[in-house]
């Protein structure tokens, strides 16, 4: 039976489609292969597209759960906090003083939280009779320490305030504020 197909195979025309199909079916894959280039090119393309995709979807797994990850996001808010928190100390406007000293209070923790809300109405007082508003803006800030595990962090901050007075004379400074 072998000898008979290999007559078969060697014995089909080339230009015949009816008989080559034949023909291929009778031949060794490896020879099949051989034949069709287009089919090989096209395997090969799924064997690479089938590793890239695993090794894609791997590479987002270790990345999607990285504690280094979650650090950074971490010390991001601490840092956007921390500015926030050296703006809302650094302004503060004698017409709404209550409004702004309970920002104040809500921007502070520890002896300065206690010392603003005991002499609260001293500082509005105090306000009052000075007649100004002061405003900052952060220029640049940075986190210089971050201990997540004790809930402690430093953030320096560049600012630029301004303070306007009653009778209408403003001045400007840049300063820089260390929150801990």
Known sequence: MKTLLRRVVR???L???AASKAALRTKPLANRLLVNPVLVAAIALVVIAVAAA???GWSYQQAAHDESLRYSQLRDEVRQAGEQA???LNTLDYRNAAAGLAV???STT???HQQLTDNRPQVTAQLQKAQTVTTAR???AALTTLDDRAGTATVIVALKITVTRRPARRSTRATASRDS
């Open 54 to 56: 695993g090794w894609c």
């Open 138 to 140: 952060v220029l640049e």
């Open 104 to 106: 104040w209070a809500q």
């Open 86 to 88: 050296v703006q809302n």
């Open 11 to 13: 014995t089909v025309p």
């Open 110 to 112: 520890g002896d300065l």
């Open 15 to 17: 230009g015949a489609p």
